[in-house]
């Protein structure tokens, strides 16, 4: 089955860290760019980073750049990302997304609580 | 950045009708590199259309979407009652990929 399955979130104070994993199954993970993309409690969605195939190439919103950092290792077929600095506006679920570069297949989403 | 301005922000329709949902970009969309998706609460977006008009494997043909340039509109032709969710359209034709706010589509 083709699918990806986000972990990792939970409930992190401001200023602390998390790292996201995202495993894929199903399809040549090796042969695609993923990206992430985050929606805040009742709000809409939001880009956050996306990464090329063999890592040459990362790019991310100004809203997180400095603070995170994405990667991939296709040898897990497993896509991460690395959140520093966490801060009460980063509170989301966050969903890992096949990129084509449109989001053809997306996970069911982790959710990352930041609060004291 | 592109800034995508969704409208209405909520349409009130009932099962059988048509849906006409808008997507305005600040700047014109290279290529026609707009994506529509489709959410229902508690559930991760679902990709319905992308290059502005292909409909995504499994879609059904009463979604269809139109435009270029800096207007772009998603038609559901006939509403059944599994459409009723939110849509968002999406540009990826510039970096940073950015979404519009969302049309909410309520059973009337």
């Known amino acids: 089955e083709v699918q990806l399955l986000e972990s990792g979130g939970g409930l992190v104070q401001p200023g602390g860290s998390l790292r996201l994993s995202c495993a894929a199954s199903?399809?040549?993970?090796?042969?695609?760019?993923m990206s992430w993309v985050r929606q805040a409690p009742g709000k809409g969605l939001e880009w956050v980073s996306n990464?090329?195939?063999?890592?040459?190439?990362?790019y991310y919103a100004d809203s997180v750049k400095g603070r995170f950092i994405i990667s991939r290792d296709n040898s897990k077929n497993t896509l991460y990302l690395q959140m520093n600095s966490l801060r009460a506006d980063d509170t989301a679920v966050y969903y890992c997304a096949k990129s084509m570069p449109y989001f053809d297949l997306w996970g069911r989403g982790t959710l990352v609580t930041v609060s004291s | 950045e592109i800034v995508l301005t969704q409208s209405p922000g909520t349409l009130s329709l009932s099962p059988g009708e048509r849906a006409t949902l808008s997507c305005r970009a600040s700047q014109s969309v290279s290529s026609t590199y707009l994506a529509w998706y489709q959410q229902k609460p508690g559930q991760a977006p679902r990709l319905l259309i992308y290059?502005?008009?292909s409909r995504a494997t499994g879609i059904p043909d009463r979604f269809s979407g139109s435009g270029s340039g800096t207007d772009f509109t998603l038609t559901i032709s006939r509403l059944e009652p599994e459409d009723f969710a939110v849509y968002y359209c999406q540009q990826y034709g510039r970096s940073p990929l950015t979404f519009g706010g969302g049309t909410k589509v309520e059973i009337k």
């Open positions: 290059g502005a008009s």
């Open positions: 990464i090329s195939e063999s890592s040459g190439s990362k």
């Open positions: 199903g399809f040549t993970f090796s042969s695609y760019a």
